[in-house]
Every structure is written in C-alpha cells, then in structure tokens.
C-alpha cells in the first residue's frame, strides 16, 4: 500500500495551496481517508477526514471553514484545498487511511503518506 502526498511548497498569507494524496497498491473500497498535519516539536494533529462516499466529512476546528477535503476515488485521489492560509498552518501534511469510520486519532490510520510540506509565510 502506498499514498503520495504532493502539491506543498511555499505561499504567502492569504494565499492558497491544493494538496493531493495518490494512493495505490489495493482498493480503498470503504475506507476513511484523512489529512493530518506536523511541525517539528509537536504532535501530529488531525486537519479533516473524508468517508469513503464523501457523504461525510469531518474538520479540525481550527479549519474554521478554510480548507476543504474531497476525493475522486476513480482515481484514487484526496485532495486538500487549503485557502486563506495563515503563518500558523505552516507544517508537513500527511495523508492517511483506514477503514470505515472517520476518527482524528492518528494511531487509528494504518497507512501514512510520506507528507509534503506547507509553509505559509506574512
């Protein structure tokens, strides 16, 4: 099983990234895909999760209706738009799995991307 994270880089303020996770290597039929995020010196924190028919989303509340999670599962795809971006979202973003329900315990996902990182500058 393999997930590949991409589309970091740097933006300014305000600004916007799309994130985009591939995954590949079994079906992903029924499973909760989710973004979390880490800066160095903190723990791994849940940004938002999406079931498998996308009939369900959850967010962080830190979001605050900023960034939006979605799927193409033809493709086996999440995405992450990330709008309005703010200093403090800076972070490496990583993309997970599991199945069946959405849950923002990390230890939960047993397949991790390798993570793409997102700084936001003032």
């Known amino acids: 099983v393999q997930l590949q994270a991409s589309g970091g880089g740097l933006v300014q303020a305000g600004g916007s990234l799309r994130l985009s996770c591939a995954a590949s290597?079994?079906?992903?039929?029924?499973?909760?895909m989710g973004w979390f995020r880490q800066v160095p010196g903190k723990e791994r924190e849940f940004v938002g999760g999406?079931?498998?028919?996308?009939?369900?989303?959850n967010y962080a509340d830190f979001v605050k209706g900023r960034f939006t999670i979605s799927r193409d599962n033809a493709k086996n795809t999440l995405y992450l738009q990330m709008n309005n971006l703010e200093p403090e979202d800076t972070a490496v973003y990583y993309c997970?799995?599991?199945?069946?329900?959405?849950?923002?315990?990390?230890?939960?996902?047993?397949?991790w991307g390798q993570g793409t990182l997102v700084t936001v500058s003032s």
């Open positions: 997970a799995a599991k199945y069946a329900l959405i849950t923002g315990w990390s230890s939960g996902y047993p397949y």
């Open positions: 290597g079994r079906s992903f039929f029924g499973y909760v």
């Open positions: 999406i079931t498998w028919s996308a009939d369900n989303t």
